[in-house]
Nanobody, 126 residues
């Protein structure tokens, strides 16, 4: 059973930075895809970024390109999300997710991911 535990959320002023971490339990080596999603109150869960671990390819939502960076430290079974130049519209609950296989063109679709963390809150003030 894969377990994902996020940390690193908090409150920050606009323009600031945060780094989220996602610690994975055993069987991390089976997880080819890791991703970050977010959900603001009243909104659907949206894909922020995903990473294909075997090749290292990364994918980003247009809203975060150039500001957010996903990375993996396989030795530590940890996925990171570096968030820079934060905006108030980035305020949301952020979730780490993982999957063994993801359909092409659906790399940022929540329905492709089987394993989820409990979420960590990010609040950006103006």
């Amino acid at each position: 059973q894969v377990q994902l535990v996020e940390s690193g959320g908090g409150s920050v002023q606009g323009g600031g930075s945060l780094r989220l971490s996602c610690q994975a339990s055993a069987y991390f080596y089976n997880l080819n895809w890791v991703a970050w999603f977010r959900q603001a109150p009243g909104n659907e869960r949206e894909g922020v970024t995903s990473l294909y671990r075997p090749g290292g390819s990364t994918y980003y939502a247009d809203s975060v390109k150039g500001r957010f960076t996903i990375s993996v430290d396989s030795a530590k079974n940890t996925v990171y999300l570096q968030m820079n130049s934060l905006k108030p519209e980035d305020t949301a609950m952020y979730y780490c997710a993982a999957a063994t296989r993801v359909t092409t063109f659906k790399r940022l679709s929540p329905d492709q991911y089987s394993y989820w963390g409990q979420g960590t809150q990010v609040t950006v003030s103006s």
